[in-house]
């Protein structure tokens, strides 16, 4: 068993820190949390980890990632690539992920279906990593955002084959996106009949469906046709919040992937980023409103990095840049906490074993050497990570 002893605990429920707080870990699970002074008896095997002046949150989550992709450079260059060389290159960015206090990923569009090996290789052991929800490869029509398929029919059996695949979720492109160049966002790009099917396909398996969505009118195509969770949501408006809101699904904002600063940018990677970065200036502003609205209407908010998404989304600390963003964009330090951990659980449909710190709940957590209430920033403080009970020494 584990004492992690005397910490400020930040549950992830979005209940006010708890100083002088203790947590015993039996196995992978959670068994007690409480005063500290009031801990279960130290037996012999029981390590003790002093948190004092420390804050212990859950794992992060990122509910929006790409970890078969490095995030330095495009996509078309990556493509360019063996998959052997993506893999290994996997294996680093998982590793980072995980080191930097993100204990659970929904990965949403392969490169080669890496994705599926590198949680086989986390799952199995053989190297550190993030629990891992998957999507395959993602749905879009031919000319659109990605490249795959066309009509209801095809894009059923799509949608089928990345569950044979190992996908536990469908990740739709349902608008236009910027990572394509020539792409129109406003666009909505798959037709209802088509966004139906696959809904319709992946529901009768049993898995949720993601759209990546940034006009409304996309965003309420994909709604009403019964999509789990809005990708980006740029152009999100009173009605669909509404639409949204009434029909209990969730709104997955990746905010910071519009601010990274260019000039750290390899020159191979600038020709795209320049380019995106016209794309993004143009998003960026309308975000603020889309969280603002969102979190006036009471939308259930996830958090996700993108990162992998383009060459501006390295997989370093990109939780915290995105858990800066949101706090920047209006959402108090506690609530973004709770989006990145509780809410994402919902997302991933996870919650049942992760997202909170609660008896009996998976042993996920991050012990950080400063308040991350009091600025946000300090989720980079890394003092220790656990996944499933166990230290993460990556
Ligand atoms: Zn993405």
């Known amino acids: 068993m584990i004492l992690i002893h005397n910490g400020t605990v930040i549950d992830g429920t979005g209940a006010e820190p708890r100083a002088r707080t203790s947590l015993l870990i039996e196995g992978e699970r959670i068994r007690w949390i409480g005063p500290a002074d009031a801990a279960p008896a130290r037996q012999q095997e029981t390590t003790l980890v002093d948190a004092t002046d420390k804050y212990v949150i859950p ?6 990632v790409h970890v078969s992709r490095n995030g330095r450079e495009a996509v078309s260059e990556l493509l360019k690539r ?63 955002h ?16 990345q569950i044979r695949a190992g996908a536990d979720t469908i990740k739709l492109m349902a608008t236009g996106g910027a990572a394509t160049p020539g792409q129109d966002v406003q666009a909505s790009q798959m037709s209802a009949d088509e966004i139906r099917a696959a809904v319709e396909a992946a529901h009768a398996m049993n898995r949720p469906v993601a759209a990546h969505c940034h006009g ?74 889309t969280v603002a ?46 989006a990145a951990t509780k809410n994402n659980a919902r997302i991933l449909r996870w919650e049942q074993e992760l997202g909170t710190l609660e008896p009996g709940k998976l042993a996920d957590l991050v012990i950080l050497n400063a308040d991350p209430v009091a600025d946000i920033s300090n989720v980079r403080q890394v003092s220790a990570v656990f996944k499933g009970g166990s230290q993460v020494t990556a």
């Open 293 to 338: 609205l969102a979190r006036a209407k009471g939308v259930l908010v996830g958090a996700g990095t993108d990162a992998g998404g383009n060459p501006l989304a390295p997989h370093d600390f990109s939780m915290a840049g995105e858990l800066e963003t949101l706090v920047a964009y209006g959402f108090p330090p506690l609530e973004a906490l709770t």
């Open 59 to 64: 794992g992060l989550i990122d509910a929006h």
């Open 216 to 289: 409304a009118e996309g965003i309420k195509n994909c709604l009403l046709a019964g999509v789990d969770s809005i990708e980006h949501g740029t152009f999100l408006d009173e009605e669909t919040a509404d639409l949204m809101l009434a029909r209990g699904k969730s709104l997955v904002l990746t905010l910071a992937v519009a601010n990274v600063d260019v000039s750290k940018l390899s020159a191979t990677a600038r020709a795209d980023a320049d380019r995106l970065m016209r794309v993004r200036g143009q998003l960026r502003e309308r975000m603020r409103e």
């Open 146 to 161: 990605a490249f795959l398929t066309d009509g209801p029919e095809e894009f059923r059996k799509a949608a089928r084959e």
């Open 82 to 144: 063996d998959r052997d060389r993506l893999v290994l290159e996997g294996v680093e960015s998982v590793r980072n992920i995980l080191r930097s206090g993100t204990t659970a990923v929904r990965d949403v569009g392969t490169l080669h279906y890496i994705e599926m090996s590198l949680r086989w290789a986390i799952d199995a052991g053989h190297i550190p990593g993030p629990r891992m929800r998957t999507s395959g490869k993602f749905l879009a029509i031919t000319g659109g």
